[in-house]
Every structure is written in C-alpha cells, then in structure tokens.
C-alpha cells in the first residue's frame, strides 16, 4: 500500500498538520527512522546499576531493552526478547542478576547476553536412543541476545540498534555537547527517586512542549506568581546544525515577582498576586558553582535531545526525563531526579524538594500533561487541520529571547528530511 502523503501548507514548518500525530503508519515509520536507524536514545544513568549483575529495564522506542552491568564492569544494552521463542523475559525494572533466565523454556544468558544454557540441547536418552536435542549445526554463538551498540558520557548511557550510527559525540553536535557536559561534568551521579506518568498524546508533543520557551509564563500561572518567570530573565535559545536538538537557557533576573514596568512587558498576570506558599522553603535556591557557563551563571537549562530524552536544570532541581512512545496516541514518560555524591545533606533535601515542585504532580508539570491530552483529542477529531507555529517569524534560527517557536518549527524541518526523504 502506498503511503499517502501529508498536506503541508508551506515549504517550511510554520503550519504542522494534525495528521503527524494521528497517522498510525507514519508512527510506524517514525519508530524506524528516528528510533531504530542513525540515531542514539537515552537508556539510563551508570548510576542506576554501580554493581555487577545489576540491570535496568526500559525501552528505546517501542521496544523493551535491559541495559547491564557485566561482571567485568563494562555496561551493556541488550534487547528483551528470547532468541527462542521471542518472549520478553525480564519483568521487573530494576535488580541484580547472574544471568537471565527466560522462563518459558529456561534458556539463560549471561549479562552481556551470550546464550550459555538451552534445556535439552542434546536431546533425552530414553530406551537406548537419544530423542529430541537441537541440530548438530545449531552453535550457541549465533542466538544470544540482540546487543545494542552503546556510549556512555559523564555518566549518561546511550544505546543504538543501529552499529553504524555517527559517534555520541557528533550526534549531539558541539552546541549541544557543552550544555550537555555542564551538568554532566564528572561528579558522580546520585539516584534520588523516580516519577512514572502516562500521557494520552503524540510522544512529540512533549519534545514540542520543552521547545516552546514562552509558555511557562501563560499556561504555568504559578511561575509568575512566585517570581520564576520574568521579563527581564536573560534567555537564548540554541540548536545542534540539524536543528534537532535545542538547548533553552535562562539565568533569572533580580529575585521576586515582576513588577510595574516589567510586568507590563510580560504582558501576563499572575493568577492570584496575594498567594503565598505555606513552605517557603520550596524557593530557597542556592546558587551552585557548576552552573558558572563563560560569564553567564544559567538558573534554568532545559536540554531537548531528538528523539527521547530531555536534560532538566531547573535552579537545584536535575533530572532526566526519558519519552517512551506507545501507539501514535500516547507515551510514559519517566522521571530520573538524581544529585551529586559530593552533595551535602541540605542540597540534597533541596533537590527532592525542587523536583517535586517540578514534577508530574507539582505546580509546574502537571499542566503540560493535560494541554497535551487535549491537544491529541483535537488532533484525532479533525486530522486534515493544521497547527500554526509563526511566533518569532516562519524561518528557523537561534535567538537571544523566548518570544517565538523556532526550536518547534526547527525540529519539524528535521523531520521533514527524515521522513519525506
């Protein structure tokens, strides 16, 4: 059957078609382009198995991996699904192994995931005659588990079914490579806890979302209450040369809500002026010494890694949060918070305060979960419409503000190559 091709009002990207998050097949193709050829996905963090034989569950795509830690030390990244008889044998996310052991036919594989055990292999005497066993031919060395190629950098583990994918290194892109290694700077990594959340939209609406700069002020009411979200907060907006990945930057301006003038710039109101918290330690931010990027000190770095993973500095709140699509309509989305081993003990009480202020049911999150949803209901009831993405011009570029979409309609340009190709 041929793929009946998308409507676009424009040459460019300003005017995104609802059909891009509704077509089933084009999801289906998006999953191969963008999720199983050339590219790299976030799989986790070194610091979520630091001994051998521990492992994590999780996906790149649609399809479910389990990235190990073999007892040599080495991490490894290898497809959940049995050379037998294809079953996804791992169930749980997190623990620690000496082996894997699918539990439909017992075959068992080591962490790395070689095929060592096949129950019957050489048959069962019976009577005098050997019955059953698997062909002379049949060499374990040819049925272990789909390994993926993996990178890892400051602590950060990527994986690719695809061997032949550019280095780590070039896919992130200079640009992007110094925000990146700004927060992942050598520090050995701390796992604070984990977020779980399922959202019923299109698994790009969340990379969209983290690409939209100005909606903070307008939809999350709660950051101009409380003087996170200013007029005269110094922000630019940057891209890898493919314009896949972007970096949001921010470094906040005098502490306190916007007022007089400066509010008439934001040219939003805060929901309830007068509201104060019940614990104002939620805001006690301490400024830390790794933020320090040339002469700017960033408050705020939102990193958008096409097509899985978004890189959150949000004042002490860090964490990763890993898109996992499911279906054209809806995706997990999976929270990592993590910290310092050189953190003290009020730092870190600090960051689990923040990343819940942040999280899926703080202040902040929660809103873009539901305006996702209700967008991808839209979508569905009306796929020939369009979206139009013209704040800041139709061309696509990096700015000095936060008034425009370009990160948005540069990403669409990207994907246009991909899949128009």
């Not at 007068?274 to 614990?279: F, G, K």
Request: overall charge negative.
């Amino acid at each position: 059957m041929t793929e009946q091709p998308i409507h676009w009002e424009t040459d460019g990207t300003s005017r995104i078609p609802f059909a891009v998050y509704t077509d089933e097949d084009r999801h289906k193709k998006e999953l191969e382009r963008f999720f199983y050829k050339s590219h790299w996905s976030y799989v986790g963090l070194e610091a979520e198995i630091p001994n051998p034989g521990d492992f994590k569950r999780t996906v790149v795509g649609e399809r479910s991996v389990i990235m190990t830690r073999s007892n040599d030390g080495q991490i490894h990244v290898v497809e959940n699904v049995c050379a037998h008889r294809g079953m996804q044998f791992c169930r749980e996310r997190h623990g620690n192994k000496k082996e894997f052991v699918c539990p439909y036919h017992q075959w068992s594989y080591t962490l790395k995931g070689d095929l060592q055990g096949v129950p019957f292999r050489r048959g069962v005497r019976q009577d005098g005659k050997v019955n059953g066993g698997m062909p002379a031919d049949f060499d374990p060395k040819d049925h272990g588990l789909t390994p993926l190629r993996v990178a890892t950098r400051g602590g950060v583990v990527f994986a690719s079914f695809d061997h032949n994918v550019e280095s780590l290194e070039d896919y992130m892109g200079p640009t992007i490579l110094k925000y990146f290694d700004r927060l992942f700077n050598g520090r050995k990594l701390t796992i604070l806890g984990y977020n779980r959340q399922r959202i019923p939209g299109n698994w790009k609406l969340m990379q969209e979302n983290i690409k939209d700069p100005y909606h903070p002020g307008l939809l999350h009411t709660w950051f101009v209450t409380f003087g996170l979200w200013r007029a005269d907060n110094k922000s630019e907006l940057r891209m890898d040369a493919h314009h896949r990945h972007a970096a949001m930057v921010s470094t906040r301006g005098t502490a306190g809500q916007a007022t007089g003038d400066k509010a008439q710039v934001t040219q939003v109101s805060s929901f309830k002026e007068s509201m104060q918290l019940n614990d104002p330690s939620f805001l006690d931010i301490v400024p830390e010494p790794w933020w320090q990027l040339g002469e700017q000190m960033p408050t705020a770095v939102m990193m958008t890694l096409f097509p899985s993973v978004i890189f959150q500095q949000q004042v002490n709140s860090v964490s990763t949060r890993h898109i996992q699509p499911d279906g054209h309509g809806a995706f997990d989305f999976v929270w990592t918070h993590f910290g310092f081993e050189d953190d003290t003990p009020d730092m870190t009480e600090r960051r689990l305060r923040q990343a819940n202020l942040f999280g899926p049911a703080g202040f902040v999150s929660a809103d873009d979960g539901e305006v996702i949803e209700f967008s991808q209901q839209a979508f569905e009831t009306k796929p020939e419409h369009r979206m139009l993405v013209e704040l800041g011009g139709r061309d696509v570029g990096e700015t000095d503000h936060m008034v425009t979409e370009t990160l948005i309609r540069g990403m669409y340009e990207y994907w246009r190559k991909v899949m128009e190709d």
